[in-house]
């Protein structure tokens, strides 16, 4: 992911997850391990936007659900993907598979985060540092299992993607059924 992903996926971990909508620069500079100016270039857009309102010791998110489109528009899911590949057989099956080391997103985000999904889905999203070829050979038809690009920070939030993430995942993907995903999730994101 990049640094900028990375800034708002932390910012709104925060806003959604843990309640607090007041951060600082340094905490997010620190925690990310990315210089203070690559902080500081991340939220000028979302000054100009009016999302965020800076103080001289902090920022306070105003608009979490405007940063969130905001990132959803500007991320490009493709470009994380580095290996993609069919896999003949159900999808609990598929989930089943995967290695330890990855973290779930998308689709599986949201089924092992509220135990429910709004549509049937034939894809599985995942965050890893490795493709998996052994496991999931390459192979011929429409891909239905996708390895994205894993960054370590990622890790501190579980084994899935965080609320903001696996949102502007599925804002990135292009089938009827991430719409419904969507809709549901921007639903308990707002309750």
Known sequence: MKKIDLIYNEMLYNYYELKNKKLTQNYLSRKLKVS????????????????IEVNPMNFIMTDAHKILLYWATKR????????KTRFEDNISNIEKNMPDDIIFAAFSAYKLRFSEIPADYSEVYVYSEKDCKKRFPERKGTANVFFLKKDKIMNNYGKTTTLAQTFVDLWNINTWYAQEFLKALEKKMEG
């Open 36 to 51: 203070l100016s690559t902080v500081n270039n991340a939220l000028k857009p979302l000054v100009s936007i009016n999302t």
């Open 76 to 83: 490009k899911l493709k470009s994380e993907i580095f290996y």
